[in-house]
């Protein structure tokens, strides 16, 4: 898996060196269980193939120029400081590349205002997308015809990912370290990187885990969920609120997420669980009360078998990479 990251002169560091070092993560734990034959392929390109001085100051030295991007598996453009316009202009030849790339169907992920590059190569016509909060209103009259939406923090569409931001990115980085690997890897490197991810359980067309979709009515069952952690539930009363028969709920549900309701209902409640544990000062046992456990002993299990370390162990870990005053 070769994983190309673009560099211009404005690009923001953190959009290359985070995501990077969390694929670096994951994929060396990969190789030591096993679990792969060799690890990630991380590399940089640049105009000139040689090296790129990007925000702060930094020098990124790259391994290839734009063309090196067509051997990638997948691309990822990071945000830009400030006003992307003047970028587009001097760069045509990336846009080609990515035009390139998208007829090929490789994965494509641009973060922030790196999306505006997309638009301007007329990638996003008629897709779903989203860009930096900062720039929503600019970016919807520059590109009429993307179906730009946002309150989402990521969209998908035909092998193009658009994230709002940096900590977006990474929230797409772990959902690929799960879907390439294991919920065990992608729990460490979360916990590795856990002050520098953001990582929410309310985004309605992408959850960490699930599928990128745009099922209103699993949007609304997704909702009712995430409302009553600690409250069980039979599927027949959550067909009821959104309209639907059992079995056709069951199917699209699975369709869209890639987990029955009561699987994905158990994933937002240990979600929660990690929260907790960084959070709060709550006991174990607390925490398995707040959430419906009725049995301690049997939600340290659960959380175990998701995050490779009882609950303690997850909050000590935690704990220990916290700055205190």
Known sequence: MRIGFIALPKTLATGITLPSEMLHAASQMAYLKHLTSEPLSLSVFCQDGDSQEV???LTLKAQGSWEGLLNCDMVIMP?????????????????????????????????GTGV?????????????????????GRFARRYPKVLLKPKQAITYADEIYCAGSVNSLTDLVLYFVRQWYNDEIMSEVERHFSHEVSRTLNQPFYRLGGLQHDDEDIVAAQAWLAERLDKPFHVSELAAVVGLTERTLAR???????????????????QRAEELLRESNLTVQEIADML?????SYFIKLFRQRAGVTPADYRNVVRAKQFSV
């Not at 419906?292 to 301690?296: E, K, Q, R, T, Y």
């Open 252 to 270: 699209r549900f699975v369709q869209a997420t890639g987990e029955s309701p009561k699987q994905y209902w158990l994933q937002l409640r240990l």
């Open 292 to 296: 419906g456990f009725s049995d301690a």
């Open 55 to 57: 925000t702060g100051g």
């Open 79 to 111: 945000p830009l400081w400030g006003n992307p316009l003047p970028m587009l202009t001097h760069h045509g030849e990336l846009i080609g590349i990515l035009q390139r790339l998208v007829a090929e169907r490789k994965p494509v992920i641009a973060a």
């Open 116 to 136: 505006y590059f997309l638009a301007e190569g007329g990638l996003l016509d008629d897709r779903v997308a989203t860009t930096h909060w900062y720039f929503f």
